[in-house]
């Protein structure tokens, strides 16, 4: 599945199940998911959001290989989060720069953050094969729902700010 050359529009890609999904170049919020491979999701080269695989620069996030007991997001820098290998009963936050950063109910495959500010970004209810991220604010993408073999990303708009 291949959406391309989105320009400042909604994009909603529902169930993917359990197949290769590519999404790229959403101009102006550009979004760039692909290989999600059953439980393994990669975004990469999201502009104006700025959430790029490696080295988020201003305020983003980078989630690279989320499996399903196994998140990785790495190099956030300006204003975000570093979470390392959350692997079942492993939680490991580090390097928070210039932002706020509520860690809270972590439950063997269940990862709780909340209240990122200067990146915005709510990540909630992460559970073994489950990935809710929701109000992500700038790019606003909200991606629900990542099941083992499902893939919902709805709701991408073209750099919305909330006030």
Same mark, same amino acid.
């Given at each position: ?25 959403? #101009?102006?919020? +550009? @979004? ?14 999201? &502009? ?13 996030? #980078? ?29 490991? @936050? ?35 094969? +489950? ?5 992500? &604010? ?14 919902? @990303?709805?709701? @991408? ?7």
């Amino acid at each position: 599945m291949l959406a391309s050359r989105l320009l400042c529009v909604d994009v909603l890609v529902s169930h993917v199940l359990c197949v290769d999904v590519l999404v790229s170049h959403v #101009l102006c919020v +550009d @979004v760039l998911v692909s290989h999600v491979l059953c439980a393994d999701v990669l975004v990469s080269h999201v &502009l104006c959001a700025d959430v790029l695989v490696s080295h988020v620069l201003c305020a983003d996030v #980078l989630v690279s290989h989320v499996l399903c007991v196994d998140v990785l997001v790495s190099h956030v820098l300006c204003g975000d989060v570093l979470v390392s290998h959350v692997l079942c009963v492993d939680v490991l @936050v580090s390097h928070v720069l210039c932002a706020d950063v509520l860690v809270s109910h972590v439950l063997c495959a269940d990862v709780l953050v909340s209240h990122v500010l200067c990146a915005d970004v709510l990540v909630s209810h992460v559970l073994c094969a +489950d990935v809710l991220v929701s109000p992500v &604010l700038c790019a606003d993408v909200l991606v629900s729902h990542v099941l083992c073999v499902d893939v919902l @990303v709805s709701h @991408v708009l073209c750099c919305v700010r909330a006030s």
